[in-house]
């Protein structure tokens, strides 16, 4: 399996503050890889010595066989990087960005193939239109053809999604899905658990500077072999001791008429029901929460992704 991207003993400190201590990882040619982690953990360092904006203190970096900082020019040729919003002015016009950010490579995709990563994009009715007046889904998807304008080998995206609503959020991955089929490497960093778990390969979640996991989504779930949720509302007094004998249940909790009971097994929310039945409980809105990788970032990180 070929490496995109190689990490070894990656350390870098800003005065007495380690940003990122003793850190490795690996990112497979043709995968979605992800980094996810709470504000200040490491996550822009580590990015900025991979893209070799940052000079690392200790350690090796190789991106697509060069050292981002000897080969600064030459890989920066091969990569794209989504840009924020602040780095294009309100006057310009799509098409123009596009022919603005071409000029800065050796080798940019061909003019007559730009209205094709427009219509890939959904901006081709937008290529005249001035960036002001682009919804906050269009202009994600334009930073998206801007990194992509020189047909680069390696992707990256920073919280691509990041003000969207949850409908433009779920365009946005099929568009990164996409970028995945055309053969690229894709790196991503995002704020939100559903995004990483179910558009990613792999993820790595970092806290304090350092990788505590790195796996795909479903093996990370996993191995934290945490409980299902069944949670109710109920009328009346509950008898918790009942709820405790069905099959898989761990514990109960009660919050006013508010019930959540944890556990394991197919036969959980099963039994939970015959349980409730059979004690003439009367509940409603029963729903299910399986273990998720936001489950895991919490018991890894101790803390909230909003954090």
């Avoid at 080969?71 to 990087?81: E, F, K, S």
């Avoid at 799509?94 to 730009?114: G, K, N, S, T």
């Avoid at 568009?175 to 055309?182: A, F, P, S, T, Y």
Wanted: glycine share 10%; net charge negative.
């Amino acid at each position: 399996m070929t490496e995109t991207i190689v990490v070894e003993n990656l350390r870098k400190v800003y005065g007495d503050v380690v940003a990122v201590e003793d850190l490795n990882l690996e990112v497979h040619e043709g995968e979605i890889f992800g980094m996810v982690g709470p504000n200040g953990a490491g996550k822009t360092t580590t990015i900025e010595c991979i893209e070799g904006l940052r000079r690392p203190d200790r350690g090796t970096v190789r991106v697509l066989g060069l050292d981002p900082q000897r080969d600064g020019y030459t890989l920066r040729q091969r990569i794209g990087v989504q840009l924020q919003e602040a780095a294009l002015p309100d006057r310009i016009k799509v098409w123009e960005a596009l022919d603005l950010f071409a000029a800065f490579y050796r080798h940019p995709l061909p003019r007559q193939e730009w209205a094709v990563l427009l219509e890939l994009l959904g901006l081709a009715e937008k290529r005249n239109a001035p960036f002001a007046k682009l919804s906050g889904g269009q202009k994600q998807r334009l930073f998206i053809a801007l990194a992509l304008v020189n047909d680069p080998e390696l992707v990256f995206l920073d919280e691509l999604t990041t003000g969207l609503d949850p409908q433009a959020r779920r365009a946005m991955w099929d568009l990164v899905r996409g970028i995945r089929e055309r053969g690229k490497t894709v790196f991503l960093t995002t704020h939100y658990m559903e995004e990483a778990e179910r558009l990613c390969d792999r993820v790595a979640i970092i806290d304090q500077g350092r990788i505590v996991a790195l796996d795909t989504p479903e093996n990370l779930v996993s191995s934290l072999g945490a409980e299902s949720r069944v949670i109710f509302k109920v009328e009346g007094n509950l008898d918790k001791a009942a709820l405790r004998t069905a099959p898989g249940v761990t514990r109960v909790e009660q919050i006013g008429e508010r019930v959540v009971v944890y556990g394991k097994g197919d036969r959980l929310v099963g039994g939970v029901v015959d349980a409730l039945e059979t004690g003439g409980v009367r509940f409603r809105d029963l729903r299910t929460e399986q273990p998720s990788l936001e489950d895991v970032f919490l018991a890894l990180t101790g803390k909230e992704m909003r954090e």
